[in-house]
């Protein structure tokens, strides 16, 4: 007589089932890994952005109690006799050092190591510290350490050389040349202040310099600008950027002989050669990072700070004669539709 609760066998998954369920999870992860990427570097980016922000405030505090904004790079008392003396804080450095006491970093902007403890001539490249707000999270090239180049803080931020000037003839002969609004006629929100920038670009077997970078916030001893090209191999370290060209000689001021319409011709600084050299690069590779141009940080574009403290996003694919003109404060042309 059988049992009237009889126990039936559980059959489990078969293999197909089983690889089904496996393809679905897979696609699954498949659609949801792009969205997860995608709120990652929304995050990333907005927390560049407020980096940006944070260095505005300090250009305009900066700008507010000296009564101009920094050099790029160069001196903070012009003309100084003794300039390569130890001081402390140094009288000469990039301009995010001298922002340092405007961004609650006071004691990094009188760190002994500047000067080596009184034993050497006072620089900002001397400094090792990492400045969280000169790290942006986006930058794919920041290493974990967020130190490059001999162990220093590194940057992913450049300053922009049109609008604030300093380096080759205009370093510690002056002790800045910009002042805002004076120096900004074109209008504090349609000139560029600071951009996003890889800290480490192109490929190291071309060599260090013009080939191979990594860019340190303090980095002051290479001299900066386009007259600076010719006298520094590895200008392109420093923390600012301009638009680069190999045949400026000592005067970075030679006019475009075809600027656009309705562009002054006096003072925009751009000839129509060095317009390719100006285009953004859209996320490229390590090696393929040319260290005298711009890049995006990813795929969303590039971010950059105005001289109002605004940050704007820019595409890559934006006209090369926009973005020259957002960089010249002085220009008197009209930005373009794709800004």
Not at 62 to 76: I, K, R
């Amino acid at each position: 007589m059988s049992h009237p609760f009889q126990m039936r066998n559980r059959r489990g998954f078969t293999l197909i089932e089983l690889l089904v369920v496996i393809a679905i999870i897979a696609i699954l992860i498949g659609l949801l890994l792009p969205a997860v990427q995608k709120i990652r570097d929304a995050a990333n980016r907005m927390s560049s952005q407020n980096n940006l922000k944070q260095i505005g405030l300090a250009c305009h505090n900066h700008n507010d109690t000296v009564g101009y904004l920094p050099l790029v790079h160069g001196a903070s008392v012009a003309n100084d006799p003794n300039w390569g003396a130890p001081y402390l804080p140094s009288h000469f450095g990039t301009a995010q050092y001298f922002l340092l006491p405007f961004m609650e970093q006071d004691n990094l902007y009188k760190d002994p190591e500047i000067n080596a403890n009184g034993t050497a001539q006072a620089n900002s490249w001397r400094s090792t510290k990492v400045v969280k707000t000169y790290v942006a999270p986006n930058d794919p090239s920041m290493p974990a350490s967020k130190k490059t180049w001999s162990d220093r803080g590194a940057t992913s931020y450049s300053a922009n050389w049109h609008a604030m000037r300093g380096g080759w003839g205009e370093d510690w002969q002056n002790t800045g040349k910009a002042s805002i609004p004076s120096n900004f006629p074109d209008g504090t929100s349609s000139t560029i202040l600071f951009l996003e920038r890889r800290t480490i670009c192109g490929d190291k077997s071309k060599g260090d310099g013009y080939g191979y970078i990594e860019r340190i916030w303090g980095e002051d001893g290479q001299n900066a600008g386009p007259g600076g090209q010719n006298h520094n191999a590895a200008v392109f370290s420093v923390p600012a950027y301009w638009v680069s060209t190999t045949d400026y000689g000592d005067n970075p001021s030679v006019p475009a002989p075809n600027p656009p319409g309705n562009v002054n011709t006096v003072t925009y600084p751009f000839r129509t050669q060095d317009l390719a050299i100006g285009t953004i690069q859209n996320n490229p590779s390590m090696i393929e990072c040319m260290p005298e141009r711009l890049q995006t940080l990813s795929g969303s574009g590039l971010q950059v700070l105005m001289g109002d403290g605004s940050v704007r996003n820019l595409r890559a694919s934006m006209n090369p004669v926009t973005l020259h003109m957002a960089l010249c404060p002085n220009d008197g042309g009209v930005l373009g539709n794709d800004w």
